[in-house]
Each structure stands twice: as structure tokens, then as C-alpha cells.
């Protein structure tokens, strides 16, 4: 599969360059089309959860495109378009539905760049009563079902190569941070999982890293994955970066017997990050506990909050145990068929 000259002078509609883009774009068809028949011979069931929400969701640095709905007596009510299908299909899950899957668009603001689109494709899949073992096995055929389709040797960007299918390496979070930047992780946090930004801070500068203004936990957190630590991941064969610390995975269940962290990974493949996925948390107070915390931090750095999708708590009551993936569709199509940026990959990118 070639790539795609990423420098046009013309719009993306002009039929020249349509004709330049149109062969990734049937790839992605195909793509599109075998995932829906694996997910179908897997006895899923394709769900259509509806984009506008009350709540986009309750993580300190993702963005929603408000909007205003207008009801019948011409009185508004603040929406916003999901970032995530993940809260309507977990009440599928309370439900009783056992095995849910979408793919379809979500929609994430102050993100635009060769990985980033502000609308985008998300392949999201839940199985009740199963380990998170089984959805890291399942993410990883997907990204083998979609090299196989097109029969790509290696993945690559920005002179990063994988082989997507060799067996995956497999590495918790505080193993790749003191692998790649000498930071003792846990022991920043008690017992109990809370940070200590000091003592981050503290290991930074003794290790001759930039030690930023800001220095709560979480920020110095994402600063060392961002700098040291993704650059080292999915760098010859797949990665599957496992068990974050509890404070970085607000939907997440915690590991049995460690309360420092929880059972989220995320999924990298030539240092892009594919999918991130966890053991659902179904604990409705602690839930909440951990929306508040993470809505503090959001109005705290960006002067901005959500509301709390209070159907979602109550059906965490309901909810049986379970572990979910939320999968970049575009961005494995991206690498897949070789091309440079996610808008290549996109029928129609949205306009700038």
C-alpha cells in the first residue's frame, strides 16, 4: 500500500487528489468491513448509542464541542457531542446486553494534528463477565485482522517500525518509567494510591529531568510518559502498556491487592497510541468519588467543569462486571495502509 503525499495545494474534494487518497480509502472499507464481520461471528452485537450528551464524559483533559438543544417549549438545554460512546453502553451493559459494540464518530475538541481530528472514528466493544486479558487479546487481533487485510510487512511513522505481528511486549506503567526515565513510580503514591507531587518532583530533578512549575502529581505524570516514556513504546513489535496508577484511570477498577493501581492499558504500535482499554469499575461511589476529583483538576487547569451523568452512576448498580476498549479506528487504518497524517485516511476531513 503506498502512502499519501501529505503536501496538497489543492482541496481534498479536487478530483486529482481524491484520486491520489482513493486506494486508502477503499482499504479502509475493507477494513471497516471485516471488523464488523469478526465482531458478528464473535456474537457482538452493533450498537448505535446517540452523539448528543448531557455529560461528554468526566476526564480532566478531554474537551467537548458544546451545543444547545432547544425543547419543544423553546427553552434551551446545554449538550455536548460524546467523546465517547462509553457511558450509553455501559448502561446497554446494566441493561443486560453481554457483548456490545460501536463504530461510529466522536467528537473531541482542542485536538487537531497528524494523529489528532476533531471528529473521528472510534471502533468501542464490551464484554460482560470476561477479564481485561480477553480485550488486550482481541485489541491485538485487530490490529493483526487489519495488516492482514492489507497486507502491509511492517507499520511505521516517523521512522518508527513494528512488525504487528509478532507476539506483543507487555510492561506495567511503573515498569516502563523506571525503565525509560529511572523513576520509582509507586513509590510517589501511599498505600492507599495517592500522589505525592512532591516526591515526584523530588526523583525528577535527582534523575536531571526539567522539573516544571506546575508540579501536581498528575501533570508531572503526563510529562514523563509524553517525553521519556511513549517514545519507547511500540518500537519493533507492539506494546501493551499495563496497570496505571488508580488516579490515572477514572473508570478503571483497582488491581486486587494493590489500591496504588488499576487495570487500564493502553495499546502502541510504532509509537502511536491505538486503544486504551480497562476492568470496568462498576463501584458507583468510589465512581463518583473519582468524577468530583477529576473535575476539580479540569476547572483547576482550564477553568472549566462537566456535570455528572447521574443515570450513569445509577446504572453502575446495575452493571455486571466487565472490561471495554476504546480503539482509534483511523489511526489504525493510518498505519495499516502507510499514510502520513489521520487526514488521509478520512473521506471527508472537517473543515479548517
Given amino acids: 500500500m503506498s502512502s499519501i503525499n501529505p503536501v496538497h495545494s489543492s482541496p481534498w474534494w479536487a478530483p486529482e487528489r481524491h484520486m491520489d487518497r482513493r486506494p486508502i480509502l477503499l482499504a479502509r472499507n475493507r477494513i471497516d468491513s471485516r471488523i464488523r464481520n469478526w465482531l458478528a461471528e464473535n456474537d457482538f452485537l452493533l450498537v448505535d448509542p446517540p452523539g448528543l450528551q448531557r455529560s461528554p464524559g468526566n476526564e480532566t483533559h478531554l474537551h467537548a464541542f458544546?451545543?444547545?438543544?432547544?425543547?419543544?417549549?423553546?427553552?434551551?438545554?446545554?449538550?455536548?457531542?460524546?467523546?465517547?460512546?462509553?457511558?450509553?453502553?455501559?448502561?446497554?451493559?446494566?441493561?443486560?446486553?453481554?457483548?456490545?459494540?460501536?463504530?461510529?464518530?466522536?467528537?473531541?475538541?482542542?485536538?487537531?494534528?497528524?494523529?489528532?481530528?476533531?471528529?473521528f472514528t472510534m471502533l468501542e466493544w464490551y464484554r460482560a463477565g470476561a477479564p481485561y486479558d480477553v480485550v488486550i487479546a482481541d485489541t491485538l487481533g485487530f490490529i493483526r485482522l487489519a495488516a492482514d487485510t492489507t497486507g502491509i510487512a511492517r507499520f511505521s511513522f516517523r521512522d518508527r517500525d513494528c512488525d504487528p505481528r509478532l507476539e506483543a511486549e507487555r510492561i506495567s506503567v511503573a515498569e516502563a518509567f523506571l525503565a525509560h526515565a529511572g523513576i520509582d513510580l509507586l513509590a510517589s503514591m501511599d498505600a492507599d494510591g495517592v500522589p505525592d507531587g512532591a516526591a515526584l518532583a523530588g526523583q525528577m530533578a535527582a534523575q536531571g529531568l526539567a522539573?516544571?512549575?506546575?508540579?501536581?502529581?498528575?501533570?508531572?505524570?503526563?510529562?514523563?510518559?509524553?517525553?521519556?516514556?511513549?517514545?519507547?513504546?511500540?518500537?519493533?513489535?507492539?506494546?501493551?502498556?499495563?496497570?496505571?496508577?488508580?488516579?490515572?484511570?477514572?473508570?478503571?477498577?483497582?488491581?486486587?491487592?494493590?489500591?496504588?493501581?488499576?487495570?487500564?492499558?493502553?495499546v502502541y504500535a510504532s509509537g502511536v497510541e491505538l486503544a486504551n482499554g480497562f476492568g470496568e469499575l462498576t463501584d458507583a461511589a468510589e465512581q463518583r468519588e473519582r468524577f468530583v476529583a477529576e473535575m476539580d483538576e479540569k476547572e483547576r487547569i482550564y477553568g472549566e467543569r462537566y456535570r455528572i451523568d447521574e443515570d450513569f452512576l445509577a446504572a453502575l448498580e446495575l452493571m455486571p462486571e466487565a472490561s471495554g476498549v476504546a480503539l482509534g479506528f483511523d489511526r489504525l487504518v493510518m498505519l495499516a495502509t502507510g499514510a502520513p497524517r489521520i487526514e488521509a485516511v478520512l473521506w471527508a476531513p472537517v473543515a479548517e
Fill in 211 to 266: 522539573v516544571p512549575e506546575d508540579t501536581s502529581w498528575s501533570y508531572l505524570f503526563s510529562r514523563i510518559l509524553v517525553e521519556k516514556v511513549e517514545p519507547e513504546l511500540g518500537n519493533g513489535r507492539v506494546t501493551v502498556l499495563d496497570r496505571y496508577p488508580a488516579c490515572e484511570a477514572a473508570l478503571a477498577r483497582r488491581v486486587p491487592g494493590d489500591r496504588r493501581v488499576a487495570e487500564r492499558f493502553e
Fill in 66 to 119: 458544546q451545543t444547545t438543544m432547544i425543547g419543544n417549549d423553546g427553552v434551551g438545554d446545554t449538550m455536548f457531542f460524546h467523546t465517547s460512546p462509553e457511558f450509553t453502553m455501559k448502561k446497554l451493559l446494566a441493561a443486560g446486553e453481554t457483548r456490545i459494540a460501536s463504530l461510529q464518530h466522536v467528537w473531541r475538541n482542542r485536538e487537531r494534528s497528524a494523529l489528532h481530528h476533531p471528529e
